[in-house]
DNA sequence: TTAAACTTGTCAATAGATGACAAATCTAAC
DNA sequence: GTTAGATTTGTCATCTATTGACAAGTTTAA
């Protein structure tokens, strides 16, 4: 669970018995670039993700944490970011919500 | 503190009393363009997060908080991301700290 | 040593972000 | 209500980064 998102799918992968050009087929893309995506030399794009979850038959939901919270992760990782960061996050999504809950109110 | 990144660049400017035009001449950008900035229509480049700092003379750690804590948050807001996505990237962000710390013993 | 699996390098094609500028709108002073 | 400065909006060419694709290399296990 702390391993970043392409030692994941790898994890996915193998335990499924699976190679590269099988799943691969799965996710419409060159295996090269799946073994690069594992290998952390490639980005996994979020267009996939509702492929990946239909292949190994895993709850979205799940999916979308594990692979934001690795995207996350790496930018803070990046860029030196205290962890005060996430929190600060956790109160703009709020903020963001309250926004939206405002303006429906306003088109009633 | 719960505003997204632009409504914040807004504060800062009209709090100092700078035009548009004015505070576009330190950052290096176009003034239309960073009205579409303080508007939430476009983003702000993260490398003129230094340029930032010192027009207003902030503290750059606070000022990654604020910026990237805006960023996770309009990605989960986007995604509908449940919050343990926030405690995931810390794990995560930990873990690659420790790969590096492993790394560095390999080295010596 | 052979075959399949995997890795790596490269590069053209594509998509997305950015800079630039014109035009429209807003605002406040005169 | 006119004007000037400030801001907003729309558009588009250009730049940049990402992706797909494929060739060539290495590793692995039989």
């Known amino acids: 669970m702390k391993a970043t998102f392409g030692e994941y799918i790898r994890q996915l992968r193998t335990d499924k018995g699976f ?5 691969a087929a799965l996710l419409k893309l060159d295996s090269a670039n799946l073994s690069k995506i594992e290998n952390g030399k490639r980005e996994f794009d979020e267009k996939r ?3 990946l979850a239909n292949a ?3 709850d979205f939901e799940k999916l ?4 934001f919270g690795d995207q996350f992760a790496k930018k803070m990782y990046a860029y030196n970011c ?3 960061t996430l929190i600060v996050a956790e109160e703009k999504v709020n903020y963001l919500k309250s926004i939206k809950a405002k ?3 306003l088109e009633l």
């Open 64 to 67: 979308k944490i594990e692979y």
């Open 103 to 105: 303006q429906a109110k």
């Open 82 to 84: 205290s962890t005060e």
């Open 19 to 23: 190679t590269l050009t099988e799943l």
């Open 56 to 58: 190994f038959d895993l």
């Open 49 to 51: 993700l509702d492929k």
